[in-house]
C-alpha cells in the first residue's frame, strides 16, 4: 500500500469514529498559523488517547511535550471533572499557543502546561508531591526518552498506563549502526524498557496520516 491509500483508509476512520469539533479544528489550525511544526498526533491517535486514558479510568496525566495541546484536549477530555492534567512544554511559544487552545476547550482548569526543559520539570514535579500520575504520554524530543521513561517510573503507580509516540522512526529503529540522536535515544528506552521488571509492555507499528511509525504502550505492575 501507498501513503495515499494508508492516509485514505485514515480519514475513512476518523470521519466516522474521531471527527473534528470545533475546538480541536481551531486548535490544529491555530498551530499552524502561529507556525509550529505539523507534528501532532493524528486524530484517530488522540481519539485512541483519549479511549486509553478513560479505560484506565485515570484521573491525573502527564504529558512530555505538548505542541500546540493538540492531544493534550483529546487526553484532558477524558479526565473526570475533579481530574487533573500537567503537560510539560520546552518552547514557550508553543505552550502559549497550547495555553490557548486549551482554554477554549474549557481545560484550563484541570491543564496546566509548564514552560522549560522536561528534564528540570520533572524533577520539580517530584518536589512538589505531583505524583503519582495515573497516565503519562511522552512524545518530545527522542534523544531523551530513556530519561523521560525513567521519570515517568518516578512519578508512577503500579497500574499506571505510559505511552511513548514515534517509536518506529520509520523503521530506522532496527538500525543498531545509527548515530541519529533519535533512533539510539528511542533504541535506548526500548533497551531499558526491556530489563525494566517494574514494566509490562509491546510496542506495534502504525501507518496513516502521520506516515509510517509506532507506539510503546507500557504498564506499571510494581
Same mark, same amino acid.
Given at each position: *500500500?501507498?501513503?495515499?491509500?494508508?492516509?485514505?483508509?485514515?480519514?475513512?476512520?476518523?470521519?466516522?469514529?474521531?471527527?473534528?469539533? #470545533?475546538?480541536?479544528?481551531?486548535?490544529?489550525?491555530?498551530?499552524?498559523?502561529?507556525?509550529?511544526?505539523?507534528?501532532?498526533?493524528?486524530?484517530?491517535? =488522540?481519539?485512541?488517547?483519549?479511549?486509553?486514558?478513560?479505560?484506565?479510568?485515570?484521573?491525573?496525566?502527564?504529558?512530555?511535550?505538548?505542541?500546540? =495541546?493538540?492531544? %493534550?484536549?483529546?487526553?484532558?477530555?477524558?479526565?473526570?471533572?475533579?481530574?487533573? *492534567?500537567?503537560?510539560?512544554?520546552?518552547?514557550?511559544? $508553543?505552550?502559549?499557543?497550547?495555553?490557548?487552545?486549551?482554554?477554549?476547550? =474549557?481545560?484550563?482548569?484541570? @491543564?496546566?502546561?509548564? %514552560? =522549560?526543559?522536561?528534564?528540570?520539570?520533572?524533577?520539580?514535579?517530584?518536589?512538589?508531591?505531583?505524583?503519582?500520575?495515573?497516565?503519562?504520554?511522552?512524545?518530545?524530543?527522542?534523544?531523551?526518552?530513556? $530519561?523521560?521513561?525513567?521519570?515517568?517510573?518516578?512519578?508512577?503507580?503500579?497500574?499506571?498506563?505510559?505511552? @511513548?509516540?514515534?517509536?518506529?522512526?520509520?523503521?530506522?529503529?532496527?538500525?543498531?549502526?545509527?548515530?541519529?540522536?533519535?533512533?539510539?535515544?528511542?533504541?535506548? *528506552?526500548? #533497551?531499558? @524498557?526491556?530489563?525494566?521488571?517494574?514494566?509490562?509492555?509491546?510496542?506495534?507499528?502504525?501507518?496513516?496520516?502521520?506516515?509510517?511509525?509506532?507506539?510503546? *504502550?507500557?504498564? @506499571?505492575?510494581?
Amino acid at each position: *500500500m501507498t501513503q495515499d491509500q494508508w492516509s485514505t483508509v485514515d480519514r475513512y476512520f476518523t470521519d466516522l469514529l474521531a471527527p473534528a469539533d #470545533e475546538a480541536l479544528a481551531a486548535a490544529l489550525a491555530d498551530s499552524t498559523a502561529a507556525g509550529l511544526p505539523e507534528i501532532a498526533v493524528a486524530p484517530n491517535q =488522540g481519539k485512541l488517547l483519549s479511549l486509553l486514558v478513560a479505560v484506565a479510568g485515570a484521573r491525573s496525566v502527564l504529558e512530555i511535550g505538548t505542541l500546540g =495541546g493538540y492531544s %493534550t484536549i483529546w487526553m484532558a477530555r477524558a479526565l473526570p471533572a475533579d481530574g487533573r *492534567m500537567v503537560s510539560l512544554e520546552y518552547n514557550p511559544a $508553543h505552550a502559549d499557543v497550547a495555553r490557548a487552545n486549551i482554554a477554549r476547550a =474549557g481545560l484550563d482548569k484541570i @491543564v496546566e502546561v509548564r %514552560t =522549560g526543559a522536561a528534564l528540570d520539570s520533572l524533577p520539580q514535579l517530584e518536589a512538589e508531591g505531583a505524583g503519582p500520575f495515573d497516565f503519562v504520554f511522552i512524545d518530545a524530543d527522542k534523544v531523551n526518552n530513556p $530519561h523521560y521513561v525513567e521519570w515517568a517510573l518516578r512519578l508512577s503507580r503500579p497500574g499506571t498506563v505510559i505511552v @511513548v509516540d514515534n517509536v518506529g522512526r520509520g523503521g530506522a529503529v532496527v538500525d543498531a549502526e545509527s548515530t541519529e540522536p533519535a533512533i539510539t535515544g528511542t533504541r535506548a *528506552m526500548f #533497551e531499558l @524498557v526491556s530489563r525494566e521488571p517494574r514494566l509490562d509492555a509491546t510496542a506495534f507499528q502504525t501507518v496513516g496520516v502521520k506516515g509510517y511509525d509506532g507506539l510503546l *504502550m507500557a504498564r @506499571v505492575v510494581a
